[in-house]
């Protein structure tokens, strides 16, 4: 079997073994650029016969190692599978191939007057969202990756190809026999390729308003963001800065915010419903002692809004110019949260960190944005120590060491402590029964032992 598409240039092998995560470098042995899913297999079976470990491979914008080749093998770049392959609008549906993206699918969707609304920031492929779990923003009103994929087609390590709700179904619920398809969201490619997802769609709202409002404490913010959502407020985002963000935010977007924690909410509806929405959403965030709103109405101010908040990483960066971000990624349940984000801020500041802090606080999901000199073994372990105990500090509240990053690499022992030893057993059974040779991305999520 020849694939044309195979490459085992330096650049292009480095290129395909990092991603935005803090991890070094390490690329595979080869690159293949399979065009659809029978080269996928094919490949696969290859690898399979000649024991060698196969890395996916979408956008390399994860941010836990995920696509490192930390055994070395066949990274499998799925960029040249990027058709949108079947729209059904009346249905609220599409399928797509790994190489589409989340901005890709919604240009393509413009004029349905539907789109695709889970957005992690990056333009990240669709289905390597799938594999981590992706969410984002939106994920208060419209949940994560794993509440909108209806059916995957994945490749396993032995070449052959499952279709985890059954070939071509779609229906909007299903209990039919043991949920697969979201065995496979989240999985991070160690337990097969997702070369197809079939992802729900949403009507695009015929309104939608931003608003920012500032606060005297993150206890007032958190409690208005607690409030709001039991109030039944349908509210589409929700995001937390302290005031180290918004005071980078401010300075990288060119933006002249009050520097004290602040909400950044957005609302989707008709325009009855925002007024609705928006008058208690007001009265809420002022018994709090929040200030008046600042609205962002027209398409361009909501959008330079977003863009200042999905752009908080490189504000962070500009923080501390010739350092490196990494960021955190715990999540607790709404009640937990205020007493978490003041803890994490009094360690920040007795450790001499520097880590503003962003979060999708509807969902108890939050990032301390690190800003770290790779340069320097000593800080470097400070923020090694910081990192534990913030998710330790979160799993003692009954939450998780990740929300929508992912294990990768990093959290593989805190996902021990977390899932607890009969819990990990039985992940490692799945995966020694779809993988017995650990072939599939081996090293991540999964410490384990050789065979």
């Given at each position: 079997?020849?694939?044309?598409?195979?490459?085992?240039?330096?650049?292009?092998?480095?290129?395909?073994?990092?991603?935005?995560s803090?991890?070094r470098?390490?690329?595979?042995?080869?690159?293949?650029?399979?065009?659809?899913?029978?080269?996928?297999?094919?490949?696969a079976k290859?690898?399979?016969k000649?024991?060698?470990?196969?890395?996916?491979?979408?956008?390399?914008?994860?941010?836990?190692g995920?696509?490192?080749?930390?055994?070395?093998?066949?990274?499998?770049?799925?960029?040249?599978?990027?058709?949108?392959?079947?729209?059904?609008?009346?249905?609220?549906?599409?399928?797509?191939?790994?190489?589409?993206t989340?901005?890709?699918?919604?240009?393509?969707?413009?004029?349905?007057?539907?789109?695709?609304?889970?957005?992690?920031?990056?333009?990240?492929?669709?289905?390597?969202m799938a594999?981590?779990s992706a969410?984002?923003?939106?994920?208060?009103?419209?949940?994560?990756?794993?509440e909108?994929?209806?059916?995957?087609?994945?490749?396993?390590?032995?070449?052959?190809?499952?279709?985890t709700?059954g070939?071509?179904?779609?229906?909007?619920?299903?209990?039919?026999?043991?949920?697969?398809?979201?065995?496979?969201?989240?999985?991070?490619?160690?337990?097969?390729?997702?070369?197809?997802?079939?992802?729900r769609?949403?009507?695009?709202?015929?309104?939608?308003?931003?608003?920012?409002?500032?606060?005297?404490?993150?206890?007032?913010?958190?409690?208005?963001?607690?409030?709001?959502?039991?109030?039944?407020?349908?509210?589409?985002?929700?995001e937390?800065?302290?005031?180290?963000?918004?005071?980078?935010?401010?300075?990288?977007?060119s933006?002249?915010?009050?520097?004290?924690?602040?909400?950044?909410?957005?609302?989707?509806?008709?325009?009855?419903?925002?007024?609705?929405?928006?008058?208690?959403?007001?009265?809420?965030?002022?018994?709090?002692?929040?200030?008046?709103?600042?609205?962002?109405?027209?398409?361009?101010t909501?959008?330079?809004?977003?863009?200042?908040?999905?752009?908080?990483w490189y504000?962070?960066?500009?923080?501390?110019?010739?350092?490196?971000?990494?960021?955190?990624d715990?999540?607790?349940?709404?009640?937990?949260?205020?007493?978490?984000?003041?803890?994490?801020?009094?360690?920040?500041?007795?450790?001499r960190?520097?880590g503003?802090?962003?979060?999708?606080?509807?969902?108890?999901?939050?990032?301390?944005?690190?800003?770290?000199?790779?340069?320097?073994?000593?800080?470097?372990h400070?923020?090694?120590l910081?990192?534990?105990?913030?998710?330790?500090?979160?799993?003692?509240?009954?939450?998780?060491?990740?929300?929508?990053?992912?294990v990768?690499?990093?959290?593989?022992?805190?996902?021990?402590?977390?899932?607890g030893?009969?819990?990990?057993?039985v992940?490692?059974s799945?995966?020694?029964t779809?993988?017995p040779?650990?072939?599939?991305?081996?090293?991540k999520?999964?410490?384990?032992?050789?065979?």
């Open positions: 079997f020849i694939c044309e598409g195979v490459s085992l240039g330096e650049a292009v092998r480095e290129q395909h073994g990092k991603d935005e803090v991890h470098c390490r690329p595979p042995d080869v690159v293949v650029f399979p065009r659809c899913v029978e080269e996928v297999s094919a490949l290859v690898c399979h000649h024991r060698l470990p196969i890395i996916p491979f979408g956008t390399g914008t994860g941010l836990e995920g696509v490192g080749a930390v055994k070395g093998g066949v990274c499998f770049s799925l960029r040249n599978m990027e058709q949108v392959l079947d729209l059904h609008p009346e249905d609220f549906d599409v399928t797509v191939e790994p190489g589409v989340r901005k890709a699918l919604n240009a393509y969707l413009r004029d349905t007057g539907l789109w695709f609304p889970v957005d992690p920031g990056a333009d990240a492929s669709l289905c390597g594999a981590t969410s984002g923003t939106n994920a208060v009103r419209y949940g994560t990756m794993r909108n994929v209806m059916n995957l087609e994945v490749v396993l390590a032995d070449g052959s190809i499952v279709h709700a070939k071509g179904r779609r229906p909007r619920k299903t209990s039919a026999g043991y949920n697969l398809t979201n065995l496979f969201v989240g999985s991070e490619g160690t337990l097969g390729i997702i070369t197809k997802t079939t992802l769609l949403y009507g695009i709202p015929e309104a939608m308003v931003s608003a920012v409002c500032s606060f005297p404490s993150v206890q007032a913010a958190v409690d208005s963001t607690v409030q709001t959502l039991q109030a039944g407020v349908p509210i589409a985002r929700i937390f800065l302290d005031d180290v963000m918004i005071d980078a935010c401010n300075r990288f977007s933006l002249s915010y009050p520097v004290t924690p602040t909400l950044f909410l957005e609302f989707h509806g008709s325009e009855q419903s925002l007024q609705e929405q928006v008058k208690t959403a007001e009265d809420i965030t002022q018994s709090n002692g929040g200030s008046d709103f600042q609205w962002a109405r027209d398409t361009e909501r959008n330079r809004l977003w863009k200042a908040r999905h752009d908080a504000a962070a960066l500009a923080l501390r110019p010739g350092c490196k971000a990494y960021s955190t715990v999540c607790v349940p709404l009640s937990r949260l205020p007493q978490i984000i003041v803890e994490t801020k009094e360690d920040l500041i007795e450790n960190l520097t503003p802090i962003a979060g999708h606080v509807g969902d108890g999901n939050f990032h301390c944005l690190m800003v770290v000199d790779p340069n320097n073994p000593e800080e470097m400070r923020v090694h910081f990192t534990e105990r913030l998710a330790r500090r979160a799993l003692a509240m009954d939450g998780t060491c990740t929300g929508e990053h992912g990768g690499l990093g959290k593989r022992a805190l996902l021990c402590e977390e899932m030893p009969v819990g990990i057993q992940m490692r799945l995966k020694d779809l993988d040779n650990n072939l599939m991305n081996p090293g999520i999964l410490q384990r032992e050789e065979p």
